[in-house]
Structure formats: structure tokens, C-alpha cells
């Protein structure tokens, strides 16, 4: 088997804290977890999914938002341009 060497800058302070959680995991070397990791991510047995942190709003902006979502179905403080000209006269105010 032909070998290539990967070379992955990162922080010093990542670097020892993955260490450490690989050999508590029962690693013998943080290089092992990423072999193991590449393989089955290479043979797409392992899914990856990148969420983004909620944030909700506050009780005073949730409120402002659900109304302003109101006005829009119904139709109240909506305007709507006719044309680009319209548009920019619309935006200027």
C-alpha cells in the first residue's frame, strides 16, 4: 500500500485537547482517530451534518416580527413597485 502524509494546520490547543479526548476514547494516537474517521467517511458510512447554533428571539422582537408577518398576509403597510424608478423613489424616503 502506497502511504501519503496529510499535513492539517490547526491551533496548538486543538491539537493537544483532540489528543487527549482520542486516547480517553481508547485510541492509541490522535492519527489513528482520523484514519479510522477517514475510512468510513471515504466508504460513506459515516453522515455529517453541520447545524447552526438556534437563537430566538425576544419575547418584544417575536412579537414585533409575528405582526409584521401579519401585516404581510393581509396585505396592511405593504407597498409594492410598479418599476425600478418606483422602487428607488420608495427606498430614498
Keep these: ?12 490547543e486543538l491539537k493537544e485537547s483532540a489528543e ?8 492509541s494516537s490522535l492519527q489513528e482517530v482520523l484514519r479510522v474517521f477517514m475510512k468510513k467517511f471515504a ?3 459515516i453522515d ?4 447552526e447554533e438556534t437563537h430566538y428571539l425576544s419575547p418584544k422582537a417575536e412579537k414585533r416580527y409575528l ?6 398576509k393581509t396585505g ?3 407597498y409594492t413597485a410598479k ?3 418606483d422602487l428607488m423613489t420608495q427606498l430614498l424616503q
Design 1 to 12: 500500500m502506497q502511504r501519503t502524509i496529510l499535513q492539517v494546520p490547526m491551533p496548538r
Design 67 to 72: 405582526k409584521i408577518m401579519e401585516d404581510f
Design 20 to 27: 487527549k479526548a482520542a486516547l480517553n476514547a481508547g485510541f
Design 76 to 78: 396592511r403597510n405593504i
Design 43 to 45: 466508504n460513506k458510512k
Design 83 to 85: 418599476n425600478v424608478d
Design 48 to 51: 455529517l451534518a453541520f447545524e
